[in-house]
């Protein structure tokens, strides 16, 4: 190991959506603040791999974290999105039921919301349901206005780049080895280095009780709930102008039909016990469930719709008997001063997570003032989407930079100047996977076998690499192995 040490005042352990608010929120202060991720990049893992639903918060329990920090999520997303520049739309949510029984269940859904401070919920009939979302199969909704659907690649790389901006500092494939206490500072060990601090917060999402277990707040229990999902063509994105869920059961959503930010529709999640974190593949059982489910709420779609699968997986706190916890968010002086423990962050997490952050701070400020910054500036401006622009905008475009006028990727009309923007943008991305989250080349129809390899020529230009240097995603991710011919 080096013998290099880098010191700060705070160092947050993982880079996913919770901890890039975490350093925006104490980028607010005059404080040095570093941020350990052991990809390559923000947002890898449970932030990248869900629905991106902002959740309207009346799916939690009375008085628990969840709710009061999803309802305090959902009311600033509007504000955030304008701030940091990505996209969200407040298209509202239906919950659908065809039974008494149903139709009982969602009314208790309204008055738990409204109990958590959640608001804009009501039931709507059979023809206000599908006058609003053609074909579904439902008799009545319940309807929640506030709910939307965000871009949560963009959100996270939004609130991570606004750090950098206010003087965070991020280090990329650093996985912690070890935490101690040595002299009234936190000593982190990474291979390569040594991170000292006053302060430390676990933040690490599916790694949340490994860190806790290094911390000395030993005994959490995490399970883990694995996600799979099926992604439709974008063509059948204007069919569904907002998320459709079934009636929810105590512990479980269930199978919806939801779109994104960018029009394209997502079946699932499926929501299986998992004992592996990485485990990311999709079976064939699971899509032909998707499937079947999915039809039996929205059946206008078929197999040749299909574009991609994923897998999501989430971190779950449960007690010896099983049974999901809410939200942990703690410091525990008597085992961790100054040590901030979040664990089982989960959905709602992504709706919540600036809320996670200012009550995780709020914690470390009854311990400790923190002086604010003078300088912060909480805007931050993306990338210019040049598919989205007029055709006035786009010829300006092109007159100031000719790269503009280049199509990379000819099925969401990404150009060249958009993927340069990216690979030189504040994180200094290097992936293929960190350009298509900041682009959305190889998300269309063809999943990239169009645009792919000149993606993977531009970060080699880029970044002066070999091409056996390229990665898909992670460290160990080559994209090539050697060359089909000399």
């Known amino acids: 190991m080096s013998g290099t040490e880098r010191p700060f005042d705070v160092v947050i352990i993982g880079a996913g959506v919770v901890g890039c608010a975490l350093a925006r929120e104490l980028s607010r202060y005059q404080l040095r603040i570093g941020v350990l991720e052991k990809n390559p990049d923000v947002g890898y893992e449970t932030s990248a791999r869900n629905t991106g639903v902002v959740h309207g918060g009346f799916a939690y329990d009375i008085g628990s974290l969840k ?47 409204e109990a958590c401070g959640a608001s804009n919920m009501h039931m709507i009939g059979e023809e206000e349901l599908k006058a609003k979302i053609p074909g579904v199969v439902g008799k009545f909704a ?10 949560p690649f ?14 965070a500092e991020f280090f990329f494939c650093r996985e912690v080895k070890s935490i101690a206490q040595e002299e009234g500072m936190w000593r982190i060990r990474t291979a390569e280095e040594t991170f000292s601090t006053r302060w430390v917060i676990n933040s690490a999402g599916l790694q949340c009780g490994k860190i806790s277990d290094m911390l000395g707040i030993r005994g959490y229990r995490i399970i ?9 063509d974008k063509r059948l994105g204007s069919l569904v102008p907002m998320p459709i869920y079934t009636v929810p059961s105590n512990t479980y959503m269930g199978i919806h039909v939801s779109v994104t930010t960018d029009g394209n529709i ?8 998992s004992d592996d974190p990485s485990h990311y593949a999709v079976a064939q059982k699971n899509i032909d469930g ?3 489910a999915a039809m039996e709420l929205w059946p206008n779609f078929s197999r040749a719709d299909y574009i991609r699968t994923y897998c999501g997986i989430l971190p779950k706190l449960a007690d010896e008997n099983g049974k999901i916890q809410d939200f942990k968010i703690e410091i525990r002086d008597d085992l961790a001063p100054r040590a901030v423990n979040l664990v089982g962050i989960e959905s709602p997490g992504l709706t919540a997570s600036v809320p996670i952050a200012r009550y995780a701070i709020a914690l470390m400020m009854e311990r400790e003032s923190f002086a604010e910054k003078e300088s912060f500036d909480p ?6 989407r040049f598919a989205e622009c007029s055709e006035e905008e786009q010829a300006e475009l092109i007159r100031k930079d000719p790269d503009y006028g280049e199509l990379v990727c000819r099925c969401n009309k990404v150009t060249k100047a958009e993927i340069l923007q990216a690979i030189r943008s504040p994180l200094h991305p290097s992936t293929m996977a960190a350009v298509k989250f900041r682009t959305r080349c190889m998300m269309g129809r063809c999943q990239g076998g169009y645009c792919q390899m000149r993606v993977a020529a531009m970060l080699e230009e880029e970044l002066g690499i070999r091409p056996e240097e390229v990665n898909w995603a992670r460290e160990d991710s080559p994209l090539f192995f050697g060359k089909v011919r000399e």
């Open 67 to 113: 709710a009061k920090l999803c309802v305090e999520g959902n009311r600033m997303m509007g504000n955030l999105a304008k701030e940091l520049d990505f996209p969200f739309k407040r298209c509202g949510k239906v919950l659908v039921g065809n039974t008494q029984e149903d139709y009982e269940r969602l009314l208790e859904v309204i008055r738990q919301g």
């Open 142 to 151: 319940m309807l929640s206005e506030n709910s939307g659907i965000v871009d």
């Open 154 to 167: 963009l959100f996270t790389i939004a609130l991570a780049e606004n750090a950098v901006k206010n003087g």
């Open 224 to 232: 883990y709930s694995k996600d799979d999902y099926i992604i439709l």
């Open 266 to 273: 997502l079946l699932g999640p499926t929501a299986e016990d």
């Open 290 to 292: 998707l499937y079947k």
């Open 379 to 384: 805007v931050r401006k993306g990338i210019v």
